[in-house]
């Protein structure tokens, strides 16, 4: 299907694991984020992508890792989940500038037991 | 602390009432967008503003600009159920968009 993508869309994992969401669009857009949201604290941005293989911090990225070797993936890895990160986690992607309109996914909803 | 403040964090009104949501800021920004996000789904955009004191309409929602462009302002016309949402605001700041807290918006009928 055309769009943006993420999955799973729920996730309940244990402290320590490692988790990795995924985010898929076809678009082809050059930029991709991912950000966090928590009741009180808006979207947060973790990392985002300006193109294959190019990758950058945001606001709160501790504790998670991105790569991005194909344009239409970009995936998040939490290596060793910890409670702080239970969130709904949304991928969004844009084809120029991160100013322009952002494209979001439906989001995943993680649990840290 | 949030760069960019919304106010109120919550309302709950009534089918046909007038509300105004705000955005404010110390900071300036290049251009400011609002989103509404519905639940169980990721953020749309409904419009981007970026020339200080611009006014612009969508059917009911009358989005506003400020001259300093340091905030912006969301009005709704007799509300209706379907404008339920949580509504956020983002400004442009460096290589990257923040985003408020937003503010979660309950119509009844």
């Known amino acids: 299907d055309a769009g943006i993508t993420q999955s799973p869309r729920y996730k309940i994992t244990e402290t320590g694991r490692q988790v990795t969401l995924m985010c898929h669009q076809t678009w082809s857009h050059s930029y991709m984020f991912w950000y966090r949201q928590d009741l009180g604290h808006g979207l947060r941005l973790i990392y985002y992508?300006?193109?294959?293989?190019?990758?950058d911090k945001g606001e709160v990225p501790d504790g998670y890792v991105v790569s991005r070797s194909k344009t239409e993936n970009f995936p998040l890895t939490l290596e060793s989940a910890t409670r702080s990160q239970t969130s709904v986690y949304f991928c969004?992607?844009?084809?120029?500038?991160?100013?322009?309109?952002?494209?979001f996914g439906p989001g995943t909803r993680l649990t840290v037991l | 602390t949030q760069l960019l403040e919304q106010s109120p964090q919550f309302l709950s009104i009534q089918e046909g009432e007038n509300l105004t949501v705000y955005c404010n800021s110390s900071s300036v920004f290049s251009s400011l967008q609002w989103y509404r996000q519905e639940p169980g789904e990721g953020p749309v955009l409904l419009v981007t503003v970026v020339t200080g004191g611009e006014v612009k309409k969508l059917k009911r929602l009358t989005f506003q600009f400020g001259d300093a462009r340091k905030d912006s302002s969301l009005h709704i016309t007799a509300a209706q159920p379907g404008d339920t949402g949580l509504y956020l605001c983002a400004g442009a700041w460096g290589n990257k968009l923040v985003f408020g807290a937003g503010t979660i918006l309950r119509v009844k009928s």
């Open positions: 992508s300006a193109a294959a293989d190019i990758t």
């Open positions: 969004a992607s844009t084809p120029s500038g991160p100013y322009n309109e952002q494209f």
